[in-house]
């Protein structure tokens, strides 16, 4: 990346970890300074014990625990700082790769293992009150938009948004990455919430690649400016920067909920790691293009701000005490889930009775069951 | 009894607004639906009567329309979507098929989505491309949804209500050139479940089967034949998916001659499912092959050639007389 296209972008932290706020990043200063150290170290712990939880999972799929695994490995810091920037009120609608979020919000991420080992396709009910409002995953790319903006139309249509009470007013928030731009779902989503002027905001993960694709093939102009066509105002942030990614997200939440309509945040980060574990980017990148971003890690830049901030090496050590914990934790219930009864692909395809269900799950018991009687499973 | 009489589409409107009287989560979502109307007046009246918040007029993006109704259904509403003709509901077909049909299954029956999507469909209105086209079979194919069709103004007003407060998402294939017809509607008792397959004009020598504007072409055949001495048992399938089989065996028991009859090209369709379980489950009471009646394999014709295309009362009693012949 040119550097000149990083100059506008909100950002808090140099990637060596200094404080250097840019010029764009004052109207998000209040934002940043109401976070204490303890958010700031809680911020990097989560980001760290996420990046771990990844590695685990990436190891459990090259050992054959998982089908599939998505990484989230470079794009800790354009999660973990908008995922705290959501209120306990607020909706979030994830494309597939916001583990860190899922994890802040409050669902076990033992539940996304369980979607990529193959035993379910949701994993965890979004309606939990502990579950924070996360929904569920959604694959195909940019469907999601549109859930969150009819979600976002149901909050405008209930009155539960713009009352003048920041810890009720409700407000939704969309990922999706560069990639699903593209999508005409994407584009639908954001003339719906204009039209309606949802408290919604759009969060673009750009990392850089859809696949094999770069971002330069899904549009011709920064993303942040995406919806600008459609009335919707755009702001572009270090998405590795996790102060930055935070005061954005935040206050574009905080002008959703008041009554300000949707707005669209272009994080600028890097997939560090492989699309999924199907992949291989060696194919279609670079190593000095990988370099470049690792140089400018999300973790590191935020270890060396608490560092120069006083932080004790025995916090880090904590910290990654923590995230092994958790990952072995992670391994061990991995291996101990149980693969879902056959009889359950018939729950929850219809809510009301429906005659087919009961008739084919029937014949599948009842043909289980014929093995049974001859003496011996099959 | 309270007896009115009205055409399907009237039927339809006052099915709608006494399910929005019924229901404050219930919405109305499309194009043109609110101040127009729709353009076929469906939706005339309600806007006025509920709000701009109830009865949307939507930008024109059916992805769109479909994909926020599923966003509504997740906060609690149930939305009524109409899809203005039938050749312009592919744009939501991800949204229809990968995300509202299974929404449900993927969340483990934690969400509900009770979205009806209205579809007029069908021929005989002289329209242009996309206007005529009888698609159900894409909607039948996929696990999660309920698929159903009215042919009479009775059921119009009942099965919209009923689709409304069905938990599932249901597909509601409006039969357009049964838009205008009046017939009875008792509005006092619907008489028939959602689901329920029912004989229309008993007979004994052919059961003849059909849905939607289908209906009265066969009930049309049925009067030729009795002329001619046949009696033909009609029977409205209403439910596409699910399919009440009770109705239509039983009456292919007692015959032992079916014929099945749609706008819809055969081509793995709705008539060919019918087909392939009637003769598995009545197959010892047959006495011919259950033969089909449908459009071409083709696309929908200019209007100019939709009366060759779709099936009338002569091609149906074309195919009673092959039934017969065995």
């Not at chain 1, 979030?92 to 991420?109: L, N, S």
């Not at chain 1, 994407?186 to 759009?202: H, I, N, W």
């Not at chain 2, 089967?209 to 209906?215: E, F, L, N, Y």
């Amino acid at each position: 990346m040119a550097d000149e296209t990083l100059d506008p972008m909100v950002q808090f932290l140099t990637p060596e970890g200094h404080y250097a706020p840019s010029a764009s990043a004052e109207e998000f200063l209040p934002y940043f300074q109401r976070l204490t150290e303890a958010d700031h170290r809680k911020f990097y712990k989560d980001m760290v014990v996420i990046r771990r939880f990844d590695t685990e999972a990436t190891n459990l799929q090259r050992q054959g625990q998982l089908a599939l695994w998505v990484p989230s490995h470079g794009q800790e810091g354009a999660q973990v700082g908008s995922a705290h920037a959501t209120k306990k009120q607020d909706h979030i609608f994830p494309a597939y790769r916001e583990h860190a979020i899922g994890m802040i919000r409050g669902i076990d991420v033992l539940e996304i293992i369980r979607v990529l080992r193959g035993l379910t396709h949701g994993g965890w009910d979004p309606t939990l009150p502990e579950h924070g409002n996360f929904h569920i995953y959604t694959l195909v790319i940019g469907s999601q938009a549109l859930h969150a903006t009819g979600y976002g139309m149901g909050i405008k249509f209930d009155g539960a948004t713009n009352t003048g009470n920041p810890d009720t007013d409700q407000a939704v928030i969309v990922y999706f990455g560069d990639g699903a731009t593209s999508q005409g779902d994407v584009s639908e989503a954001l003339v719906f919430a204009a039209s309606y002027q949802t408290p919604q905001v759009f969060f673009v993960q750009n990392n850089h690649w859809a696949i094999s694709v770069p971002v330069s093939t899904q549009a011709r102009v920064p993303l942040y400016k995406r919806g600008e066509g459609f009335g919707i105002p755009g702001v572009q942030v270090d998405g590795n920067d996790v102060f930055a990614s935070y005061a954005v997200t935040a206050k574009q939440l905080d002008d959703a909920r008041s009554g300000k309509g949707p707005s669209l945040i272009e994080a600028h980060t890097y997939r560090i790691g492989a699309h999924t574990s199907s992949d291989d980017p060696t194919k279609y990148r670079t190593d000095a293009e990988l370099e470049s971003w690792i140089a400018r890690d999300p973790i590191t830049r935020m270890e060396a701000f608490l560092r120069n901030s006083g932080a004790p090496q025995s916090f880090f050590d904590e910290v990654h005490q923590e995230a092994a914990d958790f990952a072995s934790d992670i391994r061990r219930r991995t291996v101990d889930l149980k693969n879902p009864e056959p009889a359950s692909m018939f729950n929850h395809v219809y809510t009301d009775p429906h005659p087919l269900m009961e008739e084919q799950s029937a014949w599948l018991a009842n043909y289980e069951a014929s093995f049974d009687e001859q003496g011996g499973g099959h | 009894m309270a007896i009115e009489n009205l055409p399907l589409g009237k039927a339809i409107n006052l099915g709608l607004r006494q399910a929005m009287l019924n229901d404050p989560k219930v919405i109305l979502m499309g194009e043109d639906i609110g101040t127009l109307g729709g353009v076929f007046r469906v939706t005339e009246g309600l806007k006025n009567e509920f709000g701009a918040d109830r009865v949307l007029d939507t930008p024109l993006a059916e992805s769109g329309i479909v994909g926020s109704a599923i966003g509504l259904a997740m906060r609690g509403y149930r939305p009524v979507i109409e899809i203005q003709f039938n050749g312009f509901v592919y744009p939501a077909f991800d949204q229809i098929t990968s995300q509202l049909a299974k929404l449900t299954n993927r969340h483990e029956g934690a969400m509900q989505f009770p979205v009806v999507i209205r579809i007029p469909y069908g021929g005989h209105i002289g329209a242009v491309e996309h206007h005529q086209e009888s698609n159900e079979a894409y909607f039948l194919h996929t696990a999660g949804l309920r698929v159903v069709s009215p042919s009479n103004p009775h059921d119009a007003y009942w099965m919209i209500q009923e689709a409304i407060q069905s938990n599932d998402p249901v597909i509601f294939f409006e039969p357009m050139s049964r838009y205008w017809p009046k017939a009875d509607v008792d509005t006092s008792a619907s008489n028939f479940p959602l689901h329920a397959s029912r004989v229309v004009r008993p007979g004994n020598d052919v059961t003849v089967i059909g849905h939607g504007a289908m209906v009265s072409v066969l009930l049309q055949a049925a009067e030729v034949a009795a002329t001619e001495g046949m009696s033909l048992e009609v029977i409205d399938v209403r439910s596409l998916s699910p399919i009440d089989y009770a109705p239509i065996l039983e009456s292919v028991r007692k015959t032992g001659r079916c014929v099945i009859a749609q706008e819809a090209p055969g081509n793995v369709s709705l008539a060919s499912e019918l087909a392939a379980t009637i003769t598995e489950k009545a197959f010892y009471s047959l006495e011919a092959p259950v033969l089909r009646v449908t459009g071409f394999d083709t696309p929908f014709p200019p209007a100019k050639l939709e009366a060759i295309y779709l099936p009338d009362s002569d091609r149906v009693l074309d195919a009673v007389d092959r039934v017969l012949s065995y």
